[in-house]
């Protein structure tokens, strides 16, 4: 079965500073993933995914995220944090074809910018 | 806007009464999908159409749970004889055919449910 693991409930960072969000998986086949985001009263918002392409998956608004086999490890960067990228941020996985292509969300991770 | 929508985007009830609410996917995209999520969780899957027939449901989906999607355009969700427990944020989504597992999902706004 799958599953996501997203390491950190809250993480708080200041403006301009690295954003790091963990994130690690369980998959009995080769699994895509997604990144998520939602901003209060906002609908959720595909910020990136990964598809057994390039294991370096560039998103919008200057998120990255790099797919690691061997850590099992999807985990989101943005060089520098935003005010605006304020938001709850969740780690997803696909289900495999024989599971109509659900998605299996992570529990979240709130993402706290201070000025 | 040529997004996800749905109606209501919120409802307040009384435990013991039936709701039902409405998911218009974007236009052409064959797979809709509807989640559950709860205060301080990811959604969680509870069923998805291709076209009009409805070919998974999940084990949260109980009796009084039931979804459709009539000519393959708008879906319904309804629940009857709602309880405390249903209060939650229930989501919609579509996705053009394709690979399942590679397909973007986009999502609607939701519906806050609560049952007083």
């Known amino acids: 079965a799958q599953s996501v693991t997203q390491l950190d409930s809250h993480v708080s960072v200041s403006e301009g500073t690295p954003v790091l969000l963990r994130c690690n998986y369980s998959s009995s086949y080769s699994p895509s993933l997604f990144w998520y985001v939602q901003h209060p009263n906002k609908g959720l918002q595909l910020l990136l995914k990964y598809t057994s392409a390039a294991t370096l998956v560039k998103g919008i608004n200057g998120f990255e995220a790099e797919f690691k086999k061997s850590e099992t490890s999807f985990h989101l960067t943005k060089p520098s944090a935003h005010m605006s990228d304020a938001a709850e941020y969740f780690c997803v996985v696909s289900g495999n074809y024989n599971q109509g292509g659900k998605l299996i969300f992570g529990q979240g991770t709130e993402l706290s910018v201070k000025p | 806007d040529t997004g996800v929508s749905q109606d209501p985007r919120h409802k307040i009830t009384k435990r013991g009464q039936n709701v039902t609410f409405r998911c218009d996917p974007i236009?052409?995209?064959?797979?809709l999908y509807w989640y559950r999520q709860t205060l301080g969780q990811g959604p969680e899957f509870l069923t998805y159409f291709q076209n009009e027939a409805q070919l998974e449901k999940s084990r949260l989906l109980s009796d009084r749970f039931s979804a459709e999607r009539p000519k393959g355009s708008f879906s319904t969700l309804e629940i009857q004889r709602t309880e405390q427990g249903d209060s939650a944020m229930y989501l919609c989504?579509?996705?053009?055919?394709?690979?399942?597992?590679?397909?973007?999902?986009?999502f609607g706004p939701g519906t806050r449910l609560t049952v007083l």
């Open positions: 989504a579509s996705s053009p055919e394709g690979q399942f597992s590679t397909d973007t999902q986009y």
């Open positions: 236009s052409e995209h064959n797979r």
